[in-house]
């Protein structure tokens, strides 16, 4: 096995991590999971959902949209690391779903130079941005937590 089919291996197995991890979600529309590794140690993880201290519910029980204060699992992700000794520079995302925009930003300014995604999202600034920034992006379609 060569070091790029390695390298998938390992991306796959992260990601399906991402998708058990993205179970701990309260969110009923779409639950999505994130995975932060650095040299082959997962250094952060995160998931969709409210603001520690605040009710876990994530839509507006009257409208059934997600409520404007939810955190996405990129932004749980970066903000715990930050709140450890640990740096996410250099390091890799594996998330179920394509980042927005807003998480691209922190995706950049955290210093993570890859992306490996399963869902891609219908809207795709989030990725052109991060292309554009210089950071990998890694599209992994047949990816089954299940596996």
Known sequence: MDTAQKQELLDCRYLRMAWIWAENSYCLRRKVGAILVKDRMIISDGFNGTPA????????ENSGLTKPYVLHAEANAITKVARSNNSSEGSTL????????????????????????????????GIDLLRRAGVECVHLENVNPQQ
Do not use: H, M, W
């Open 53 to 60: 201290g605040f009710e876990n519910i994530c839509e507006d």
């Open 94 to 125: 594996y998330v179920t779903a394509s980042p927005c925009l807003d998480c691209a930003k922190l995706i950049i300014q955290a210093g993570i130079r890859r992306v490996v995604f399963n869902e891609l999202y219908r809207i795709t600034d």
